[in-house]
C-alpha cells in the first residue's frame, strides 16, 4: 500500500504497516481486556455477595456464572495475552528492534489481524445465540463439554470453539512471519547474539507455539465433530477417551504459559538495564535458560493431571519435571535481581511495573513449587489456591508486563509523553489492589473452597471464606477503578501529551530508538542504521555517556 | 516512502529466501498437528487390538494405488521444479515446468477420485465415523489428510497459471515443499490404516 494516496482507510483500518497493526492489535486487546475485567467483576460481586442482584449485570444465575468464569478464562489468555505480547509488541518491536522497513509479509500480518478481529466477532455471537455462552471452563474437558446434552449449551459452545481456533490460526500467521521476519531482515551487524531480549523471547514463543498448538487444534475439530456430528472421540459412553483430550490440551496449555511469560519477560529485560542504567545480567546464561525452559514446557503438562486417573508411576517423573523447570525462571530471576544490582535505577512508570511484575511473577513461582509436587497438588487441586497461584503468574505477564512496555514505548509509539504523575499512581493503585484479590484466595483455597462452586454459603464450611471473598471484591473494583488512570493518561497523552524532542528519551541502546518518534509509516527509519555492538551496552568506562547505542560507529 | 530499497545492501545474507524459510516454519507446525495425530491413533490402536478387524475391511487396493498416485505426483512436482530453475536462466524450459506441474495436478485429482470412491464404498457398506472409534479416527485423519490435498491442488493451479506465463518461477518449489508435506503424511497415513 505505500504505492496508494494515504487516506483514512488504508491508513488506520486496512494498513499493512505492521505499527499500525500493533497499535489495532494493543487497543483491540485492552478492550478485550476491559470484557474480561468486567466479567471478572461481575462473578467476584457473586462470590463476595451471593444471590443480590450484581449492579450493571444482573442476579447472576449458576449457569451464568459458568459461562463467566470460562469468558473470563479465555478471554484473558487468547484474547488479550496473546494479542497484546505476541500480536502488538511483536508487531511493533520485531521490525524496529532489528533495522527492517516492515516484517517480512506485511498482508499475511494484516490477515493475521483481521483473523483474529473475526474470531472476537464469533465469539461475540457466541454470547446471545441460544442456550447462552460457553461455560465449560476454559480448560474445556471432556465428557462434560463434548455432549451438548450434559452442560445444556449448544451452539454457544461451539461457536466458542470456532473462535478458539480463528485465534489460533491468527498466532499462527504471525508466528511464521516473525519466526521469517527475524531470519531474514536483521540489518548490517545485528548477528544472532546481537539481538535484543525481546526478539529473543517472540522467536521462542513463537516456536513454542507452533510446535504445541497442532494436536489441540486437531483435538478441538474432534471435540466439535463430538459434539456435532455424534462421534465419540472423547466420549466414553461410544469408547471414547476422555483422558485423551486432557492430553491434548495441556500439551499446549503448558506451553502455551510460556508463549505468554516469555514475551513479558521480554519487556522486563529491555526496560530493566534502560531503567537501571546496567547491562543485562548473563545475556547468554538467560538465552539458553529460557531455552531449556521452553524445551521443558512440553514435558510436564500431565501435572495439571494428578488427580485425574493418570498412571502413579506417570506421576512421579511429571513432578520432578515440573520442579526442574523452575531452575531456568530461578537463573532469571537472579540474573534480573543482579542487573538492578547497583544500577543507577530511576523508578519510572515503566520501571515500577517491570519491578512489580518481577515482585509478583516471584510469589507466582514459588507457590507453584508447593503444587508442582505432586503431594500437595492433590490437596490443592481445583481450589481457589490454585486461582491464586496462577493469577499471580498470568496477572504481572499479561497485565503488569504488558503495561510496563505500553508506558515504555509510549514516546516511540506516539511521539509524545504520557503523565508520570498518573501512571505512577495508576502503579502503585494496581500493585497494592492485585495483593489484596489473591492473598486472600490462597486462604481461601486452603480452606478447601472449590473454584466452581458460585457460591460459598451454600455449604457451612465455607461459609467462614466469606471476609476474604469480601476483601477480594473490594480490591477488584479499586484495581478496575485504577485502570481509568490509564485509559485516561493512554488518550489524553496522544494528543495533549509533551512532545518528545529527542528521538531517545530514554537514552537506551536497542535500534529502535535510533529512528524518529514516531517511526515514518512504511519504511521505519530515515538513516538506515547498522550495528556494531551488542544491545545492552550501558556504563562502559570507556565512554563519557553511560550508554553505547547498538547503531553507534566506534 | 525512501527510494527502493535493495535488501542485499542493508540486511545480513540471508541464509534461505524468505517464502521457502515461511513455508518451513509453517510445516513444522503442520507436522505437530499430523505427529499428534497419528501418535494418538497408534496409541489406541494397541490399546485396543479389536480394532484389528475394522482396519482389515479398509480396501488395500485402492489405498496402495492412491500411495503410488501421490509418489509420481511428488517426482512430477520434482521435475517442475528442476524445470523452473532452468526457466529462470532461459524461458523456454517454462514449458516443461508447466507440464509436469499440471501432471502434478491431475494426479492430485485422481487421488482424491479414488478417495471418494473408497468413501463411497464404504457409506453404503454401513460404515460410517460413527460405527467405532477406528472409523472415526479412519474418515477424520484421512478427511483432513484429503483436505490438505484439496488445498495442496488449488496452491498449484495458483502456481501453475504464474508459471505458464513464465513469473514467479520461485513459487513452483515452495508449492512444492507443501505437496510433500502432503505426500508424506499418506505415507504414514497408508501403513497405519491400511496394511496394519
Not at chain 1, 122 to 138: E, H, N, R, Y
Not at chain 2, 185 to 193: K, S
Request: net charge neutral; proline share 6%; glycine share 8%.
Amino acid at each position: 500500500m505505500g504505492h496508494a494516496k494515504p487516506n483514512f482507510w488504508n491508513t488506520y483500518v486496512f494498513s499493512i504497516d505492521h505499527k499500525m497493526i500493533a497499535k489495532q492489535y494493543l487497543i483491540t486487546g485492552l478492550l478485550m481486556a476491559a470484557m474480561g475485567g468486567f466479567f471478572a467483576y461481575v462473578f467476584r460481586m457473586q462470590l463476595a455477595f451471593p444471590g443480590e442482584a450484581v449492579p450493571f449485570f444482573g442476579v447472576v444465575e449458576p449457569g451464568s456464572y459458568n459461562s463467566l468464569i470460562t469468558l473470563h478464562g479465555s478471554i484473558m489468555i487468547f484474547w488479550v495475552g496473546m494479542p497484546l505480547l505476541l500480536g502488538g509488541f511483536g508487531n511493533y518491536l520485531i521490525p524496529l528492534m532489528i533495522g527492517a522497513d516492515d516484517m517480512a509479509f506485511p498482508k499475511l500480518n494484516a490477515m493475521s489481524y483481521w483473523t483474529y478481529l473475526a474470531s472476537i466477532v464469533v465469539l461475540i455471537i457466541s454470547f446471545i445465540v441460544p442456550d447462552g455462552p460457553a461455560s465449560g471452563g476454559w480448560t474445556f474437558y471432556p465428557p462434560l463439554s463434548a455432549n451438548p446434552d450434559y452442560t445444556g449449551v449448544g451452539a454457544g459452545i461451539n461457536l466458542w470453539i470456532i473462535a478458539v481456533a480463528l485465534e489460533f490460526f491468527s498466532v499462527l500467521m504471525g508466528g511464521v512471519n516473525y519466526l521469517t521476519t527475524v531470519c531474514n531482515m536483521r540489518v548490517k551487524g545485528l548477528s544472532f547474539m546481537r539481538l535484543p531480549m525481546m526478539i529473543w523471547m517472540q522467536l521462542i514463543a513463537a516456536i513454542l507455539f507452533m510446535f504445541s498448538v497442532g494436536p489441540l487444534l486437531a483435538g478441538s475439530i474432534m471435540m466439535l465433530l463430538d459434539r456435532t456430528a455424534g462421534t465419540s472421540f472423547f466420549l466414553p459412553a461410544g469408547g471414547g477417551d476422555p483422558l485423551l483430550f486432557q492430553h491434548l490440551f495441556w500439551f499446549f496449555g503448558h506451553p502455551e504459559v510460556y508463549v505468554l511469560l516469555l514475551p513479558a519477560l521480554g519487556v522486563v529485560m529491555e526496560v530493566l538495564p534502560v531503567h537501571a542504567r546496567k547491562p543485562l545480567f548473563g545475556y547468554k546464561l538467560l538465552l539458553w535458560a529460557f531455552v531449556a525452559a521452553g524445551a521443558l514446557s512440553f514435558v510436564v503438562w500431565a501435572h495439571h493431571q494428578f488427580i485425574s486417573g493418570m498412571d502413579p508411576r506417570m506421576v512421579m517423573p511429571f513432578a520432578a519435571l515440573t520442579l526442574i523447570i523452575s531452575v531456568p525462571f530461578a537463573v532469571c530471576m537472579f540474573a534480573l535481581i543482579a542487573t538492578l544490582f547497583k544500577g543507577n535505577i530511576s523508578l519510572t512508570t515503566p520501571m515500577l511495573f517491570t519491578l512489580g511484575m518481577v515482585a509478583e511473577f516471584l510469589i507466582g513461582g514459588i507457590t507453584g513449587v508447593i503444587v508442582g509436587a505432586s503431594a500437595g497438588d492433590i490437596y490443592y487441586h481445583d481450589t481457589y489456591y490454585i486461582i491464586a497461584h496462577f493469577h499471580y503468574t498470568m496477572v504481572p505477564i499479561t497485565i503488569f508486563a504488558m503495561l510496563s512496555g505500553v508506558y515504555h514505548w509510549y514516546p516511540k509509539m506516539w511521539g509524545r509523553m504520557y503523565n508520570e504523575t498518573l501512571g505512577k499512581l495508576h502503579f502503585w493503585l494496581s500493585a497494592i489492589s492485585f495483593n489484596f484479590i489473591f492473598i486472600p484466595l490462597f486462604q481461601v483455597g486452603q480452606m478447601g473452597h472449590h473454584r466452581r462452586i458460585p457460591d460459598p454459603t451454600e455449604y457451612e464450611f465455607l461459609v467462614s471464606t466469606m471476609p476474604y471473598h469480601k476483601i477480594a471484591t473490594y480490591a477488584l473494583i479499586v484495581l478496575l477503578l485504577a485502570q481509568f488512570l490509564f485509559i485516561f493518561n493512554f488518550f489524553w497523552s496522544m494528543f495533549k501529551g509533551k512532545k518528545v524532542e529527542s528521538n531517545n528519551p530514554w537514552q537506551a541502546t536497542t535500534l529502535e530508538w535510533q529512528c524518529p518518534s514516531p517511526p515514518v509509516a512504511h519504511g521505519n527509519f530515515v538513516e538506515i542504521p547498522t550495528v556494531h555492538r551488542g544491545p545492552y551496552e550501558y556504563s562502559t568506562p570507556e565512554r563519557t555517556e553511560d550508554f553505547y547505542p547498538q547503531w553507534e560507529k566506534s | 516512502m525512501s527510494a527502493p530499497i535493495n535488501p542485499e545492501d542493508i540486511y545480513e545474507k540471508a541464509e534461505v529466501p524468505s517464502g521457502r524459510l515461511a513455508m518451513w516454519w509453517f510445516l513444522s507446525s503442520e507436522v505437530c498437528v499430523f505427529g499428534g495425530l497419528l501418535a494418538v491413533f497408534v496409541m489406541l490402536r494397541l490399546k485396543n487390538p479389536i480394532w484389528e478387524e475394522s482396519a482389515a475391511k479398509t480396501l488395500t487396493v485402492i489405498g496402495t494405488i492412491n500411495t503410488l498416485l501421490l509418489l509420481t505426483s511428488s517426482l512430477f512436482i520434482v521435475l517442475a521444479h528442476h524445470y523452473a530453475e532452468k526457466a529462470m536462466k532461459d524461458i523456454k524450459f517454462k514449458e516443461h515446468a508447466s507440464y509436469y506441474l499440471g501432471l502434478a495436478i491431475f494426479l492430485g485429482f485422481c487421488f482424491l477420485g479414488f478417495k471418494s470412491f473408497e468413501y463411497y464404498n464404504e457409506l453404503s457398506h454401513g460404515v460410517t465415523p460413527l460405527t467405532n472409534l477406528f472409523w472415526s479416527f479412519y474418515f477424520f485423519i484421512t478427511g483432513l489428510h484429503g483436505f490438505h490435498v484439496l488445498i495442496g491442488i488449488f496452491i498449484n493451479l495458483w502456481v501453475w497459471k504464474d508459471v505458464k506465463q513464465g513469473v514467479n518461477l520461485q513459487r513452483v518449489e515452495i508449492a512444492g515443499l507443501y505437496w510433500h508435506f502432503v505426500d508424506v503424511v499418506w505415507i504414514f497415513v497408508f501403513p497405519l490404516f491400511y496394511v496394519a
